[in-house]
């Protein structure tokens, strides 16, 4: 691909940041307490939150200037990936990855003092209301911000909005130009939930996680909420956009080698016919393919997150090679390990199909397999 020679190693430090992220989530966030979440009826933990920004991991990426650690991407998406081992579940790539990047690349000084230290902090949730379909199509924006003398005019739908129930500020999409299709005349807005009255419904996922449809009719922002030159967003938004799909890859990463490891275990220690299942040839090719394709993915998932920290010439390219693999990887794990438990897997009362269904939200974020496969092959030029 011509792409830069990187080692796919971690450094010293990336190893620690690995080995304390996954003392703390196994310790603050084991499946057991997304269990006990889901039996009272709430879907994210704000003292994991807490815990998150104490360990420093709410300003990871965010530049030191703005009180963040500015550790890297790669550090970042290990964190993420110890999430996907435990499901754990929190508002961290939404605020601290996906709206962070964008406010330090289109915010004024003013907008970036006022936000980003408040994120670095965990003081502040924020989410991107993008979609306005049931698939990702950021060209696709119909919604209008129309400019008037004291600033604009938000009016339309965004639907699917990760964390759209717990975000304090939004950053919408919005058309100031063009038609629907054009990536030109594509702008973000900074809007305060609490202040604005927005209309928002929001549906439980089968991985106990919600989405919000988010209704704007004729809501006015002053010309301070404006992020970045009016037209101008979608260089940085793509950016975004393949930062959410290379974390969201990681995360599921994490996911499927938890589901794998805890398939292979049952394998060794469950008897059928008196001997035990493990030495069942059959089932030991499919776990011997499941490992391969695995492996495949860990270096795709690391080899985009390099790329995102060097801001390389093909980060769009191995983002969407990174997500299509992990999605479809993902998949098969989760399928692989439910079917080797048998009848067990399927029950409530064991934790495998806790990540079946996180694994079939997760790969639909940021971009499902087709997206990121159609995308990839159009850039190689298909």
């Known amino acids: 691909m011509g792409a830069e020679k990187m080692a796919l190693v971690l450094n010293d430090e990336q190893q620690m940041l690995r080995d ?56 970042a998406g290990l964190i993420f990936e110890e999430c996907g081992r435990t499901l754990a579940s929190s508002p961290l790539l939404s605020t601290s990855l996906v709206c962070a990047s964008l406010i330090n690349a289109l915010g004024s000084d003013e907008q970036k003092r006022s936000l980003l230290p408040r994120i670095a902090g965990g003081e502040l949730i924020l ?168 492996e495949l993915c860990k270096s795709a998932v690391l080899k985009a997150l390099q790329v995102i920290d060097k801001d390389g010439p093909e980060r769009s390219l191995l983002a969407s090679l990174a997500k299509a693999k992990m999605a479809k990887t993902a998949k098969l794990a989760v399928n692989e390990a439910v079917q080797m438990h048998g009848g067990i897997g399927m029950t409530d009362e064991f934790d495998i199909g806790f990540y079946m269904k996180r694994a079939a939200a997760a790969c639909q974020e940021y971009g499902d397999y087709y997206y990121h496969a159609d995308r990839f092959a159009k850039l190689r030029g298909y």
């Open 127 to 294: 989410t991107l209301a993008l979609s306005e379909s049931d698939h990702l199509d950021p060209a696709a924006t119909a919604m209008t911000a129309d400019a008037d003398a004291d600033g604009f005019v938000l009016a339309g739908e965004k639907r699917h909005v990760i964390d759209g129930n717990i975000a304090n500020r939004l950053l919408v999409l919005a058309r100031t130009g063009g038609v629907p299709g054009d990536r030109d005349g594509l702008s973000l807005f900074i809007v305060d939930r609490d202040s604005a009255p927005l209309g928002i419904d929001t549906t439980l996922n089968a991985d106990n996680r919600l989405t919000a449809t988010i209704s704007f009719e004729s809501l006015r922002v002053g010309r301070d909420a404006l992020l970045g030159d009016a037209g101008a967003a979608w260089q940085q938004l793509e950016r975004a956009l393949d930062i959410g799909a290379v974390f969201s890859a990681a995360e599921l990463l994490g996911l499927a080698q938890e589901a794998f490891e805890r398939t292979l275990g049952y394998l060794k220690e469950r008897k059928q016919f008196g001997v035990l299942i493990g030495s069942f040839q059959g089932l030991q090719h499919r776990a011997a393919q499941l490992f391969c394709e695995l």
């Open 20 to 75: 304390s992220a996954k003392s703390f989530i196994q310790q603050s966030s084991p499946v057991s307490a997304l269990r006990e979440l889901r039996d009272r009826g709430e879907e994210w933990s704000a003292d994991l939150w807490a815990g998150m920004a104490e360990m420093g991991w709410t300003g990871i990426t965010i530049p030191e200037e703005y009180d963040g650690l500015e550790f890297g991407h790669v550090g």
